[in-house]
Nanobody, 122 residues
Framework: QVQLVESGGGLVQPGGSLRLSCAAS????????MGWYRQSPGKKRELVAT???????NYGDSVKGRFTISGDKAKNTAYLQMNSLKPEDTAVYYC????????????????WGQGTLVTVSP
């Protein structure tokens, strides 16, 4: 079993910054990708950013140029640096990871964290 624990959410004023962390632990052989998604009330969960094991990144259109995803492979941790935050960035942010738990696994499994709330408000 794999656990993902997010941290770093909170209340910030428009234009401010926050840094989210997501630490994966448990039965991990390798992680092929980690990502951040968000969901606000009444809306579908949407992509924020992903990073692969070879450090390839992908961003949702609404956060390009403002958010940066990075990873620390040694710590099985992904980070999301969020700058120039806007009220519309308010959401619960979820971390995900594609994990092989052992060498013999055919497919990586997708794990999710519990989410951390980010509120952007004056």
């Amino acid at each position: 079993q794999v656990q993902l624990v997010e941290s770093g959410g909170g209340l910030v004023q428009p234009g401010g910054s926050l840094r989210l962390s997501c630490a994966a632990s448990g039965s991990i052989f390798s992680i092929t990708a980690m990502g951040w998604y968000r969901q606000s009330p009444g809306k579908k969960r949407e992509l924020v950013a992903t990073i692969t094991s070879d450090d390839s990144t992908n961003y949702g259109d609404s956060v390009k140029g403002r958010f940066t995803i990075s990873g620390d492979k040694a710590k099985n941790t992904a980070y999301l640096q969020m700058n120039s935050l806007k009220p519309e960035d308010t959401a619960v942010y979820y971390c995900s990871a594609m994990v092989y738990s052992s060498y013999g696994d055919r497919d990586a499994l997708d794990y999710w964290g519990q989410g951390t709330l980010v509120t952007v408000s004056p």
